[in-house]
């Protein structure tokens, strides 16, 4: 599957990303894509270009090959494959969890591309795509731990979570008391450290954290019923979410959705 042009910037970069966005505003082609350069019609940060925010430190979501190679993940490739479709060039912009929403609110990023649940209070504040990916969250307990067997028992517990995610939520609803944490590696960090007692979070990576690392002793207590993940948007992209859409249906019929949850998870996660 060929990939949507990739333009890398860091924030803060700001007259690098100016100069790389012109070039390649310059040099597209696609109707579709000089359309978008003319007009902006999807009131786009930077027109001709999707502008998205991910973490880059949640595998196998969003992150670093080896750590310090190129951008890839299943959240990474589904953006790509959706500007693609668009004929937009696509720009990452790295941000921290705690930060992501703050900056999709202040109108720096297009889109959030970073497993976002969809919930009730979410829904309220932002529009969504249909989503992308579906499973469940999970409560990760050291080897052994028969203390906690289910959301009920995380009461009086600590649990390892960042403050902003539907996970956190999940603990504090259930009476746990919260460390604040950046991201699942330092969650993980802590729980096998026995520094806290579990940490919430989706079940796919739970699975992939196993793939990657055989030897870790964790194990799942407890997990919910399968919530959904979407790509997320302010409230005034309603032309950019129905086009994303449109865009999603069409990778989710060509079968390009089940090639990456196959390649990332071993099987199709988008519905």
């Known amino acids: 599957m060929s990939r949507a042009p990739r333009v890398r910037t ?7 990303s100016a100069a790389v966005v012109a ?20 009131g786009l940060v930077k ?13 196998p979501f969003t992150y670093h ?3 310090a190679g190129e951008l890839v993940g299943y959240d990474v490739e589904v953006a790509e494959a959706v500007a693609e479709k668009l004929g937009l060039e696509i720009q990452f912009e790295e941000t921290q969890w705690d930060a992501i929403f703050a900056g999709l609110d202040a109108g720096r990023f297009d889109v959030i591309a970073n497993q976002v649940s969809i919930n ?10 249909t989503p992308y990916t579906v499973s469940p969250s999970v409560i990760v307990v050291n080897e052994g731990d028969d203390s906690i067997s289910s959301f009920d028992d995380l009461a009086g517990k600590t649990t390892a979570q960042s403050l902003t995610s539907n996970f956190y939520q999940l603990a504090v609803d259930a009476g746990a008391n919260v460390e604040a944490v950046e991201g699942w590696a330092q969650a993980v960090a802590l729980l096998e450290q026995g520094r806290v007692d579990a940490t919430v979070n989706d079940k ?5 954290y196993l793939k990657q690392t055989p030897d870790a002793k964790l194990a799942v207590a407890a997990e919910t019923d399968p919530t959904e993940s979407a790509l997320t948007f302010a409230k005034d992209k309603t032309a950019l979410v129905k086009a994303v859409d449109e865009a999603l249906a069409e990778l989710r019929e060509e079968g390009v959705l089940a090639e990456l949850g ?10």
């Open 47 to 59: 027109a001709g270009t999707l502008t998205v925010a991910t973490e880059g430190t949640y595998p």
């Open 23 to 42: 070039l390649a505003a310059c040099s597209s082609g696609s109707p579709a894509s000089s359309e978008a350069a003319d007009d902006n019609e999807y």
């Open 262 to 271: 196959e390649r990332y998870f071993g099987e199709d996660v988008s519905q």
């Open 10 to 16: 860091l924030l803060g970069l700001a007259a690098a």
């Open 65 to 67: 090959e080896g750590g």
């Open 204 to 208: 796919l990576t739970y699975l992939d």
């Open 120 to 129: 009730p209070e979410r829904e309220e504040s932002y529009l969504f795509s």
